[in-house]
């Protein structure tokens, strides 16, 4: 089972300058349109083929997110890098959608 966080709780721990890495999910063309202030972008089907040089730390906290929460790939991604060995990840299921809803700030 994916723990899952909010973006109550991500804006948290932006604002407290807490380490983790935000991991979006969608392919390049989403991401590069805008996509969370420091986000990463790893597409939910590299995963297994980028994840061990983009994110040398399995103890690190990492958090994924895709579009909304009808998108699966933050959930394949999430399941992909705890069968990888990562210790500390969870999906922010509401995605973009709920970022941009909130009118917190994007990045193009």
């Known amino acids: 089972m994916t723990k899952t966080i909010t973006r109550e709780q991500i804006k948290q721990k932006i604002d407290n300058n ?13 991401f590069d349109e805008w996509h969370i202030p420091g986000a990463i972008n790893i597409p939910h089907d590299e995963i297994q083929t980028k994840a061990t040089k983009m994110l040398p730390n399995k103890n690190e906290q990492i958090i994924t997110y895709c579009a ?12 992909a890098l705890k069968e ?4 500390k990840v969870f999906e922010y299921a509401e ?5 941009k809803d909130a009118r917190l700030p994007i990045q193009k």
């Open 68 to 79: 909304n929460t009808d998108c699966k790939n933050s959930k394949i991604a999430a399941n």
């Open 95 to 99: 995605g973009k959608a709920d970022w």
């Open 18 to 30: 807490e380490a983790f890495i935000l991991v979006e999910t969608l392919p390049k063309q989403y």
């Open 84 to 87: 990888m060995g990562f210790t």
